[in-house]
């Protein structure tokens, strides 16, 4: 029984390393795309841009305007 405890203590850790991993393997091309300087201003502009186009979608879905 201290063998099932033992586990279930062992998976949040599991669990976060998972998560990191899966997000380090995602993001790895893109961060090297970032390294030249072209690239990190289109990805920026780009950003910037999703970020408003939501701003503006939750804007009009909540009627704060």
């Known amino acids: 029984m201290s063998n099932f405890w ?3 203590y062992k ?3 599991f669990l976060i390393s998972i998560m990191i991993g899966f997000f ?3 993001f ?4 090297k795309l970032l390294k030249k300087k072209k ?6 502009i780009i950003l910037i ?3 408003l186009i939501f701003y503006k979608i ?8």
């Open 6 to 8: 033992n586990n279930i």
């Open 24 to 26: 380090l393997i995602t």
């Open 28 to 31: 790895q091309p893109i961060f």
């Open 39 to 44: 690239n990190l201003i289109t990805f920026s």
């Open 11 to 13: 998976f949040p850790r």
């Open 58 to 65: 939750i804007l009009k879905m909540t009627g704060v305007e």
């Open 49 to 51: 841009i999703i970020v």
